[in-house]
């Protein structure tokens, strides 16, 4: 079922169903904790939603979980260079 909820999730954010997409993609990471694809897709959503502490915890669990996963670094790059809320920007890790 990781992959329903997964991919469900995913549709969900897309349509911008947000609450749906986090309870998908929060119910994927239960099933397999272990997959950086549920915390990478959830990460999104939290900075969507500019939950920005959320977003940093799922990116960094994404990479924890898969080192070689350049969406992940990627993104947490980008948010920890960006980020409109200044106690979360943070160049030099970035």
Do not use: M
């Amino acid at each position: 079922f990781y992959d329903a909820f997964l991919h469900r999730g995913v549709a969900f954010a897309a349509l911008e169903k947000y609450d749906q997409a986090l309870a998908d993609l929060t119910t994927a990471i239960r099933l397999q904790p272990d997959q950086a694809d549920a915390h990478l897709h959830r990460a999104d959503v939290h900075r969507t939603r500019q939950q920005y502490a959320a977003a940093i915890a799922d990116y960094r669990a994404a990479i924890r979980l898969d080192p070689n996963s350049i969406d992940g670094s990627d993104s947490l790059a980008w948010l920890l260079a960006t980020c409109p809320e200044a106690r979360w920007r943070n160049g030099t890790e970035a």
